[in-house]
């Protein structure tokens, strides 16, 4: 039996008030997007504060549940087996008990002879039903026991909650898997996510993104010091992370000139530091030539020399006029990991490659830089660093991913 279609619950879209139809829209247009390409096609309505997306023929499951799986906005998804009216009429009630047995095991994800207790919640839409709701339910629940001996029922705390909805066709339904939450694409605004080919800043991007923020992403490579290698893993992960929010607009800076006057006329040990202040200044610049109204990095508290709370001083403040967002501030590294893992980044991330920060580092940098220093030590080199960050911003290339 197919699922004719998926019930889709979303959690804090309910409650944002006048908002509500924007965010319920985006969350519909989401859905179609991810779904677009996929089977027959869907139809995609919004019905008492949950998405009803029906099957307009065939398709395949795991393809389904795999793209609404990466839906922002989404919390979870019930499959549901439907049953048509025939001559405008919902089935008898008999009609209806079959079918219920019929597609129990299925709606329900248990094995027959499987011991479980259950539920039926029936929900009618439709008044014209002749039994009342719970009528239905308790001669499902009747027909249920008789035809599996291994179910038993609990009325207050069951395995199975046995979903019937009584609509312009009848849902079974009860399994739900788990979507990522957050709010949907393109109702919070976009940001710049600064991205490497690390592990921590994809799922920073996605951290944010599941917030409802667009994307647009920013790559430094040095070439020669770094490879069309390192740059293609870049694309790859900027894909990735597209696969959630859509397309991301990722603008690569050449960023070898800046980073050879940095390395030829400021002390070794404060390197990384300027390097990572530039990083921020062209971002920035970048960002809002392009409508974007914040940054996004995947700096953690302590992970290395450059992310002390005294180096995080020193880098925000080469950011003029946005927020930087740093969803990883307070996570600690294995967690990000999985996280990468989760959201299937990791894989990616981890192919090695040459990042252009760890080309030029000294070997003792600086873990507790005073911004006065750093700051005096650049404006001796700033009227070339100033040309040299036009020229590098000038000559971005622009990859769609
Ligand atoms: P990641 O795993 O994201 O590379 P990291 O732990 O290696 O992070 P750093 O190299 O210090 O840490 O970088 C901190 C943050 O600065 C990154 O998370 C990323 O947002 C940004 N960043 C670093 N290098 C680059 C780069 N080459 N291009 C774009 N952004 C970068
Ligand atoms: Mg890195």
Do not use: W
């Not at 409650?15 to 096609?41: M, Q, T, Y």
């Not at 393809?63 to 009429?89: N, S």
């Not at 600064?194 to 647009?216: C, F, N, Q, T, W």
Request: charged share 25%; net charge negative; hydrophobic share 40%.
């Amino acid at each position: 039996m197919k699922y004719g279609a998926y019930i889709i619950k979303y959690a804090e879209i309910g409650v944002k008030g006048k908002n509500r139809g924007f965010f319920e829209a985006a969350l519909a247009e989401g859905v179609s997007r991810a779904l677009s390409g996929c089977g027959d096609g869907f139809k995609v309505t919004c019905i008492a504060g949950r998405l009803y997306v029906e099957a307009l023929g065939d398709h395949d499951f795991e393809d389904v549940k795999e793209r609404l799986g990466k839906v922002f906005g989404v919390l979870g998804i019930c499959p549901a087996v439907t049953i048509a009216r025939v001559d405008r009429k919902l089935p008898d009630i008999d009609a209806l008990c079959d079918a219920a047995v019929k597609c129990f095991h299925q709606v329900s994800g248990i094995e027959e002879g499987d011991k479980r207790t259950f539920k039926v919640k029936c929900r009618r839409v439709d008044k014209t039903y002749p039994l009342d709701s719970m009528e239905v339910a308790a001669k499902i629940g009747e027909k249920l026991l008789d035809a599996f001996p291994s179910l038993s029922v609990d009325v207050h705390e069951p395995d199975i909650l046995f979903h019937v909805e009584l609509r312009e066709q009848v849902n079974f339904f009860s399994l739900e898997i788990p979507g990522p939450g957050g709010l949907p694409t393109g109702t919070a605004g976009k940001a710049m996510l600064l991205l490497s080919g690390g592990i921590d800043s994809p799922v920073a991007g996605y951290m944010i993104a599941r917030r409802g923020a667009s994307l647009e992403a920013v790559y430094f490579h040095a070439p020669p010091y770094t490879s069309d290698r390192a740059k293609a893993k870049v694309v790859e992960l900027a894909e990735k992370v597209a696969g959630y929010c859509g397309k991301i607009r990722l603008h690569v800076i050449n960023f070898t000139a800046v980073q050879l006057a940095i390395y030829e006329k400021c002390p070794k040990d404060e390197l990384t530091i300027i390097m990572r202040r530039q990083m921020m200044r062209i971002a920035e610049k970048i960002a809002s030539n392009n409508g974007c109204i914040g940054l996004i990095t995947g700096e953690s508290i302590g992970q290395v020399a450059s992310q002390t709370m005294q180096s995080l001083l020193v880098t925000d403040a080469a950011v003029m006029n946005m927020p930087v967002y740093r969803p990883l501030i307070a996570m600690d590294k294995q967690y990000i990991i999985d996280m990468s893992q989760q959201i299937g980044t990791y894989e990616t991330s981890i192919l090695p490659y040459e990042d252009c920060c760890t080309i030029f580092v000294a070997k003792h940098p600086v873990t507790r830089p005073r911004l006065d220093v750093i700051v005096k030590h650049e404006s001796e080199i700033s009227g070339e660093l100033d040309r040299l960050v036009e020229e590098a911003i000038a000559g971005e290339e622009i990859i769609e991913a």
